[in-house]
Antibody
Framework: EQLLESGGGLVQPGGSLRLSCAAS????????MSWVRQAPGKGLEWVSS????????DYADSVKGRFTISRDNSKKTLYLQMNTLRAEDTAVYYC??????????????WGQGTQVTVSS | DIQMTQSPSSVSASVGDRVSITCRAS??????LAWYQQKPGKAPKLLIY???SLQSGVPPRFSGSRSGTDFTLTISSLQPEDFATYYC?????????FGQGTRLEIK
């Protein structure tokens, strides 16, 4: 089982980015997926989760209304559309596989992470 | 939101020592708790889920327990590869929240 994130980079405040997470080695369409971030030198912060069928999504209050999680099961890919980015969104963003088709919260494995830096 | 409070924030120990890390939930989360290990520059790794279930492939020196809203991760005999930061996580309700982390250092 492997997850590979991409799409990170440097963006100005107010800008947008779309992160992708390509999955392999498991039946992607059978598992919920999540995004978790880690600001420099800080702990882990859950960002968003989506069920296997895309029927259910949840967001942290800090990103609600600005970020959108989605998935394409035919492409085995998870996405995070990030709009109206702020300096406090600067972090390494990890995608993670859940243990069930609904968000049970047992995240394993995680991707290697992609760096997002919001700065002018 | 459910707050997860880990203690200690850091601990120094030697190879072969027994170490315990505690996580307290601000309200009842039943057994909806996981423990993760993170090494510098690496992604977190799931160790324990459902408070006391050992994730496949994790050495049995790791164990988890629950007493009410208090949860404990115990490493029975520290190995060199165990020096890392450990996080608890509650998944009882959204938003999913993590503890602030416990850094396990070599004495």
């Amino acid at each position: 089982e492997q997850l590979l994130e991409s799409g990170g980079g440097l963006v100005q405040p107010g800008g947008s980015l779309r992160l992708s997470c390509a999955a392999s080695g498991f039946t992607f369409s059978s598992y919920a997926m999540s995004w978790v971030r880690q600001a420099p030198g800080k702990g882990l912060e859950w960002v968003s989760s989506i069920s296997a069928s895309s029927g259910s999504t949840d967001y942290a209050d800090s990103v609600k209304g600005r970020f959108t999680i989605s998935r394409d099961n035919s492409k085995k890919t998870l996405y995070l559309q990030m709009n109206t980015l702020r300096a406090e969104d600067t972090a390494v963003y990890y995608c993670a596989k859940d243990s069930a088709d609904w968000v049970r919260g047992w995240f394993d494995p995680w991707g290697q992470g992609t760096q997002v830096t919001v700065s002018s | 939101d459910i707050q997860m409070t880990q203690s200690p924030s850091s601990v120094s120990a030697s190879v072969g020592d027994r170490v315990s890390i505690t996580c307290r939930a601000s309200q009842d989360i039943s057994s909806w708790l996981a423990w993760y290990q993170q090494k510098p520059g690496k992604a977190p790794k799931l160790l324990i889920y459902a408070a006391s279930s050992l994730q496949s492939g994790v050495p049995p020196r790791f164990s988890g327990s629950r007493s009410g809203t208090d949860f404990t991760l115990t490493i029975s005999s520290l190995q060199p590869e165990d020096f890392a930061t450990y996080y608890c996580q509650q998944t009882n309700s959204f938003p999913i929240t993590f503890g602030q982390g416990t850094r396990l250092e070599i004495k």
